[in-house]
């Protein structure tokens, strides 16, 4: 299998009129390829923004257990 190198993701595709374009199963295998290495460098980039926000931690909890950032539980204590 070879590596893919992802330099930037763009979210549009022109279509490309005559002989030039690109088969259906062309673009398939494209996308095959492309698609798993995308999903993980997103993946990425959700876990360090985690890793990094200053709302990680208990204002999170605190968040999901009240869905306003009220109280919290009901004894108040973290999981």
């Keep these: 299998m070879s590596d893919v190198i992802i330099e930037s993701v763009v979210s549009r595709v022109r279509v490309v009129d005559g002989a030039g374009g690109l088969s259906e199963q062309t673009l398939r295998s494209i996308v095959a390829a492309i698609l798993p290495a995308v999903q ?18 208990y204002l999170d909890w605190m968040e999901g257990e009240t869905g306003s950032g009220g109280s ?8």
Excluded at 41 to 52: G, I, K, N, P
């Design 72 to 79: 919290g539980g009901s004894d108040g204590a973290m999981p």
């Design 40 to 57: 993980q460098m997103l993946a990425h980039q959700r876990q360090v923004a985690s890793e990094t926000s200053t709302r990680n931690g």
